[in-house]
C-alpha cells in the first residue's frame, strides 16, 4: 500500500462483484475511506469489516435513494459509476423490456449518480469520475 489515496471519499457503485468489487478493495488499500454500493447488501457483507469501508444498499434507478446517499456527502474525490447489467443471449433473445433494463441502469443510473454526486464532486476540487457502465 502507498496510501495514493489517504484522506480521499470515493464511491464505488456495484461494488458487489467484478470490477466494482476489485476497485472498492484497491482503494481501500490504497487508504481511500470507500462507499461500496451494490443493489443488495448481501455481496458486500465482507467489506463491511475492512478499516476505512462503509457499505450501502444502492439501486441507481432508484433516484430518490441516489440523491439520499449523494445529499449525505460532504466531499466526494472519486465516483466509480461500476453498477452494469449485460443482457445475456443473442440479440435476437434481447426482450424489449430486458434491454429497457439496461438503459435504466446503464445509462439513466449512472448519469443519476453522477448528477447526484456533482456538487460533491465540485467541492473537492480535483474529482475524479470514471464511468464503466
Known amino acids: 500500500?502507498?496510501?495514493?489515496?489517504?484522506?480521499?471519499?470515493?464511491?464505488?457503485?456495484?461494488?458487489?462483484?467484478?470490477?466494482?468489487?476489485?476497485?472498492a478493495l484497491a482503494y481501500q488499500r490504497e487508504g481511500a475511506r470507500v462507499l461500496a454500493s451494490s443493489r443488495s447488501?448481501?455481496?458486500?457483507?465482507?467489506?463491511?469489516?475492512?478499516?476505512?469501508?462503509?457499505?450501502?444498499?444502492?439501486?441507481?434507478?432508484?433516484?430518490?435513494?441516489?440523491?439520499?446517499?449523494?445529499?449525505s456527502l460532504d466531499r466526494l474525490e472519486v465516483l466509480v459509476n461500476a453498477a452494469g447489467h449485460v443482457a445475456q443471449g443473442a440479440l435476437g433473445e434481447c426482450t424489449p423490456e430486458e434491454f429497457e433494463r439496461c438503459v435504466d441502469i446503464n445509462l439513466r443510473g449512472t448519469y443519476t449518480v453522477l448528477r447526484a454526486c456533482l456538487p460533491a464532486l465540485i467541492a473537492a476540487r480535483g474529482a475524479a469520475v470514471v464511468n464503466i457502465a
Open 1 to 23: 500500500m502507498t496510501g495514493r489515496l489517504a484522506d480521499k471519499t470515493a464511491l464505488v457503485t456495484g461494488a458487489g462483484r467484478g470490477i466494482g468489487r476489485a476497485i
Open 41 to 71: 447488501l448481501a455481496p458486500l457483507e465482507d467489506l463491511a469489516d475492512l478499516a476505512g469501508v462503509s457499505v450501502h444498499e444502492l439501486d441507481i434507478t432508484d433516484r430518490a435513494a441516489v440523491e439520499a446517499l449523494a445529499g
